[in-house]
């Protein structure tokens, strides 16, 4: 077909003139724009750079357990901003892959908080059937650890502190992770869901603030 179509056509012979164009990596004019840019981005890291809080120990993520996961679950765990007032015991749960920095002795910046959760992670509140419990413990097991507060995996099985337990209890944890992230998959037996608003990231800047100086627990709450 190709031949064809060759053969029935007329060929018309255009004249083409070219140029070399030389491409600098100087951008003339930039000078402008980083004029106006500047003021914005200087503001913004003077503002990474406050001092929140001091860390008198090195905080860092491991499985089973770490004071930085207990750190995390246990901000989760008692931030004022989500507190739930229910019958219900109530447990914080995260995973160790979504914390992605350490907190390093000495000053905590602003900016370290947002190298340790540099995700826009909302915290949601999840209501669970007791039932549940196993479908979680066989996933921490499997998964070799999570950071959690509010309960402990001991032998094998997840027991939720404090509250007596009854039909039903309550998550605290990320929209990323009850959406399935990390292949939880156990949160779509839930009963309930409550949307907070509050960034996740957001709860460990107050948290930090709140408290000036890290509070370190090397508690082993998951014991194989």
Not at 121 to 138: A, G, R, Y
Not at 167 to 194: A, C, P, Q, R
Request: contains cysteine; glycine residues 6%; proline residues 3%.
């Amino acid at each position: 077909m190709g031949a064809g179509l060759l053969a029935c056509s007329s060929v018309n012979t255009i004249s083409v003139n070219s140029a070399s164009i030389i491409v600098s990596n100087v951008t003339n004019g930039s000078t402008g724009v980083d004029t106006i840019i500047k003021p914005y981005r200087d503001s913004l890291d003077d503002e990474m750079k406050a001092v929140i809080a001091i860390s008198k120990h090195d905080f860092v993520k491991d499985r089973p357990n770490s004071p930085l996961n207990n750190w995390c679950a246990d901000a989760l765990l008692n931030c004022n901003e989500i507190q739930l007032d229910s019958v219900y015991p109530t447990i914080a749960l995260l995973n160790v892959g979504g914390i992605r920095s350490t907190i390093n002795k000495g000053e905590v910046t602003l900016g370290d908080l947002f190298k340790l959760m540099p995700f826009d992670n909302e915290v949601v509140i999840v209501k669970m059937p007791i039932s549940s419990l196993k479908d979680i413990q066989s996933y921490i097991i499997a998964s070799g650890g999570e950071p959690i507060a509010g309960a402990e995996l001991i032998q094998s099985e997840l027991v939720l502190n404090h509250k007596e337990v009854t039909e039903y209890f309550w998550i605290i944890t990320s929209d990323y992770l009850f959406n399935g992230g990390d292949k939880m998959n156990f949160f779509k037996s839930n009963l309930e869901v409550i949307q907070t608003g509050v960034l996740l990231r957001d709860v460990f800047i107050s948290v930090a603030k709140s408290q000036e100086v890290f509070h370190f627990s090397s508690e082993q709450r998951i014991k194989f």
